[in-house]
């Protein structure tokens, strides 16, 4: 894409060129290192006013009926299936990704404004029985308040989406900060709530939805507010790690999603064919910059050379390059320092022991100086050594070898990420094991699938440094949400709980 059409691009998307010039905000395309725009940061004094805006705004979204909230969400899923072909490829150019990724991501929007569309009828409480004649306990779901949306480089749009539709539909106004490294597809996707807003008309209070451009300062506004009830963030485990106690402090609800370091375990019983074409989508699909990438293949020993004539095959096939183009499959990193970082786990990869198998090299660095494109790598390793153990967000596959299931489990569950997980087998034990209490101890735990690619109608998230929370489909609403107890006494007594006498 040459720079006018890129500029035709942003225009469609609702991006106005005095917003994407003279601002100290500047973001590069990975593709070519070209600089896409200069964006002006929201000043953190600014970011405190458009606080003030949602909590006005919160004290009506919250008297509109949750399915009239739902209406909102509907047409912002109109909006999306409309623009996906432009989002998606803002998604391309400015995170890297091959243009089907880029569509699927607008399209897990798409999804999730349906899913809350649907979620707006069914907010429901429990109602209880009570210990007391002529009582009842019944339990009601609260909007809860302004919501703070921090979003990563590799999921731009979707996951702002995933927690601003369910948001919306739970009567809660959205703060949206995107990645400083992906504004740009963020700026897209909220220009698209934004023309929903506009055809909802004036049942949307000023200030229900509102973006905000920058970095840290930007976000530690957010994140210590104590006007914002929920933070939801996605991002690293550092970043997590200060974001927790932070929110903790002032006893906010927080809703984190942090690193992974997902695992598949392939066992004898496992349908070998399936396994390498799971493996090859969930390790190289985005570049290995999932937060659901596969990074640790753990096959049982009497299998890994059949899966290794499979998959080296398969890893040399796979064409690297501008992800616009077609027939391509792993596009860029996202920029230098990712590209540092996978060379250093690299090093240190084949310092602890391990052995390159294939790929690691930058590739195209004749046509693109500035931008790092890598062949995807796997490297054997003699056990789960440290550099295994921590997250490099890059297409590295670390392979270890097992003898038995017990073992296999043991090292799966030995880092301190807790993501996403799966097993290739065909054998019912065994899959029962991996799933059972004493199996995978990861917040989503898949059978004959890859870790990544999960739909929006579950729950995603992980435990351990993961974070902990849940996000997307499922209950996860409930966390948007203050939940109220109400006992209600319709008789003419005024009976004690636990039997007590009072005077
Ligand atoms: C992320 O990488 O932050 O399950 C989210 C998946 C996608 C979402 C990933 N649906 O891979």
């Not at 490829?89 to 404004?113: F, M, Y």
Request: hydrophobic share 40%; with cysteine.
């Amino acid at each position: 894409m040459n720079h006018d059409e890129r500029t035709r691009l942003f225009e469609d998307c609702g991006i106005r060129a005095e917003e994407r010039s003279g601002g100290s905000l500047r973001v590069r395309s990975p593709i070519d290192g070209a600089e896409l725009a200069q964006l002006h940061e929201t000043p953190p004094a600014a970011v405190l006013q458009a606080i003030d805006r949602a909590q006005h705004a919160f004290i009506r979204w919250r008297e509109v009926p949750a399915p009239v909230r739902g209406e909102l969400v509907r047409l912002w899923g109109e909006e999306l299936r409309q623009a996906k072909a432009s989002i998606g490829r803002v998604i391309s150019i400015e995170a890297g990704k091959i243009v089907q990724e880029g569509l699927g991501e607008v399209q897990e929007g798409v999804d999730i404004c349906e899913f809350a569309l649907g979620l707006s009828r069914q907010l429901h409480g429990r109602t209880i029985v009570s210990e007391r004649p002529g009582h009842r306990i019944m339990e009601q779901y609260h909007p809860l308040g302004p919501v703070a949306v921090i979003t990563a480089f590799n999921f731009p749009s979707a996951v702002f989406a995933w927690n601003a539709a369910i948001a919306l539909v739970c009567g809660d106004p959205v703060i949206f900060k995107p990645s400083e490294k992906a504004p740009l597809s963020g700026l897209a996707t909220f220009r698209a709530l934004e023309r929903a807003i506009a055809r909802f008309g004036d049942r949307a209070p000023a200030g229900l939805a509102q973006i905000v451009i920058g970095g840290r300062a930007q976000a530690e506004a957010l994140v210590d507010s104590p006007l914002v009830p929920l933070v939801s963030a996605t991002g690293s485990t550092r970043m997590g790690r200060e974001v927790g106690p932070r929110v903790a402090a002032r006893f906010g609800r927080r809703i984190l999603e942090l690193g992974g370091n997902n695992a598949m375990i392939v066992t004898p019983a496992a349908d070998l064919d399936m396994a390498v074409r799971a493996i090859v989508f969930s390790a190289v699909g985005t570049a290995g910059q999932r937060c659901t990438s596969l990074r640790r293949l753990i096959v049982h020993r009497e299998v890994r050379e059949a899966l290794l004539a499979r998959l080296l095959p398969a890893y040399e096939s796979l064409r690297v390059g501008d992800p616009m183009e077609e027939g391509t499959l792993v596009g860029p990193l996202i920029d230098a320092a990712a590209f540092d970082a996978m060379q250093r786990a690299i090093d240190d990869a084949k310092g602890q022991g391990g052995r390159l198998l294939c790929g690691g090299d930058r590739v195209h660095a004749e046509r693109f100086a500035d931008a790092y494109y890598v062949r995807p790598a796997i490297a054997e390793m003699p056990s789960q050594t440290e550099v295994v153990r921590r997250e490099t967000f890059a297409p590295l596959l670390y392979l270890m070898a097992y003898e038995d299931l017990a073992q296999a489990i043991a090292l799966h569950n030995d880092v301190p990420q807790g993501l996403s997980s799966c097993i290739f087998s065909n054998d019912l034990r065994e899959v029962e094991r991996f799933l059972s209490a004493s199996g995978s101890d990861c917040g989503m735990a898949n059978v004959n699938i890859g870790p990544s690619g999960a739909e929006i109608g579950g729950a995603f998230g992980g435990e351990k440094e993961t974070g902990g929370d849940r996000e997307s489909g499922s209950d996860a609403w409930k966390q948007y949400m203050r939940r109220t107890t109400n006992t209600i006494n319709f008789s003419t007594e005024l009976p004690l709980a636990q039997g007590i006498r009072f005077g």
